[in-house]
């Protein structure tokens, strides 16, 4: 079998993003793959330029990574108690693409947030926001990273066990839902 396909995508566009950091471990931790970080640098959505350009390139190039991937990793922040609105504009960009490229796609959400809940509010609308595309969103082991500038070591690994732990548990749930996918 070829090596499966993993996107991850980031609800931060800071380079140093905790969230990054935390996409980046998770892709790790899933074990051999061909990962590709999503671009979610895209225009604010907006039915006029849609109307007058149709969807931008990018926007199709992000619609066409989330259909070649046979599982999504999602991080997002929390701002103001909910999902960025980087992620927010990119799924709904993506929304107004042909077809359904989130459809039946593994795909789990976490979340690095500096406040002691770890992104729990962000997680659920997240989930609210994706649950029309249809993808198969994972249940757990949730994956909250609190206080999340103390939880990194120099080479942006986890350093707190029990997040270790649980992303380790959702990555081999996120892993067997891929392949099931890919043989089935």
């Not at 905790?18 to 970080?37: I, K």
Request: with cysteine; charged share 25%.
């Amino acid at each position: 079998m070829d090596k499966l396909n993993l996107l991850g995508l980031c609800g931060s566009l800071r380079a140093a993003s905790t969230n990054r950091l935390l996409m980046r471990e998770a892709a790790r931790r899933f074990g051999d793959a061909e990962f590709v970080e999503g671009d979610l640098r895209l225009p604010l959505y907006d039915g006029d330029l849609e109307d007058q350009n149709g969807i931008p390139v990018a926007v199709q190039t992000l619609a066409d990574q989330i259909t070649a991937a046979d599982a999504v990793i999602v991080a997002t922040p929390e701002y103001n108690k909910g999902v960025s609105g980087v992620l927010k504009n990119a799924l709904d960009w993506v929304s107004r693409t042909k077809g359904a490229p989130w459809a039946d796609t593994p795909v789990a959400i976490m979340s690095a947030a500096a406040g002691r809940a770890g992104g729990e509010r962000a997680q659920n609308m997240a989930r609210l926001c994706l649950s029309p595309f249809r993808p198969l969103l994972l249940t757990g082991p949730e994956v909250m990273v609190a206080a999340t500038a103390q939880q990194w070591d120099d080479q942006g690994q986890l350093i707190n066990e029990l997040n270790a732990k649980a992303l380790d548990d959702l990555m081999g749930v996120l892993r067997r839902h891929a392949e099931a996918r890919r043989t089935g």
